[in-house]
């Protein structure tokens, strides 16, 4: 079955402190991944996807992620966190290149708190 | 470039009460999905449609849930009677598919609450 995990429900991080946040999938096929960031009150935003080649992308806000087809991981990860980078951070695949099913699937969600 | 849009962003109804929420996507997306979220049962999809067409309604809770699309830049997600239990942000999202990217992108949302 396809579905994405993430551990953690709810991190609390110091204000300058480095960030990991973790993601495992299950997939039959080689999918995209992604991951989205949601502050209070907006919509989900995407912070960086990956597709395929170099297994380290770079996303927007200083954050990158990077995948590891052994362990079905694509964790986020941020070297310094700043306050406003508080959110819920959503870990989410969908289909690869020619793939025909639409929808992604997402994580639960792991909600990040910084204290200053 | 204007994103996802959605309307209303805020309703409050009473109970029994219709409730109709309006999408618009980003032109050119052949996909679009409706989308729950609570703080209970996290980010649900509801539905989702392909060139306007319903793909997969699985995740619909209820016949009182209903939505169309009935043309590519316009769908609406429609709740009647309305239940308290129903209140939650509802999010519209739109993309290209796989083959162009497979991202979706989100609207702000419609935070419903029914009284």
């Known amino acids: 079955a396809q579905s994405v995990t993430q551990p953690d429900i709810h991190i609390t991080v110091s204000e300058g402190a480095s960030l990991e946040l973790r993601c495992n999938y299950s997939y039959g096929a080689t999918p995209y991944l992604f991951w989205y960031v949601q502050s209070p009150g907006q919509g989900l935003q995407l912070l960086l996807k990956?597709?395929?080649?170099?297994?380290l992308v770079q996303g927007i806000k200083g954050f990158e992620a990077e995948f590891k087809r052994s362990q079905s991981s694509f964790n986020l990860r941020k070297p310094s966190v700043h306050w406003s980078d508080a959110a819920e951070y959503f870990c989410a695949v969908g289909p690869g290149y020619g793939g025909s099913q639409g929808n992604l699937i997402f994580g639960k969600g792991t909600k990040l708190s910084v204290k200053p | 470039d204007a994103g996802v849009i959605q309307s209303p962003r805020h309703e409050v109804t009473e109970m029994g009460q219709e409730v109709t929420l309006r999408c618009k996507p980003i032109s050119g997306h052949d996909y679009l999905f409706w989308y729950r979220q609570t703080m209970m049962r996290g980010l649900e999809l509801l539905i989702y449609?392909?060139?306007?067409?319903?793909?997969?309604d699985s995740g619909m809770p209820e016949d009182r849930f209903s939505a169309k699309m009935p043309n590519a830049s316009f769908s609406t997600l429609k709740i009647q009677p309305s239940e308290p239990r129903d209140s939650a942000v509802y999010f519209c999202?739109?993309?290209?598919?796989?083959?162009?990217?497979?991202?979706?992108?989100f609207g702000e949302g419609s935070r419903l609450t029914v009284l």
């Open positions: 449609f392909n060139n306007n067409v319903p793909i997969d």
């Open positions: 999202a739109s993309s290209g598919g796989a083959f162009k990217g497979g991202e979706l992108f």
């Open positions: 990956y597709f395929s080649g170099d297994t």
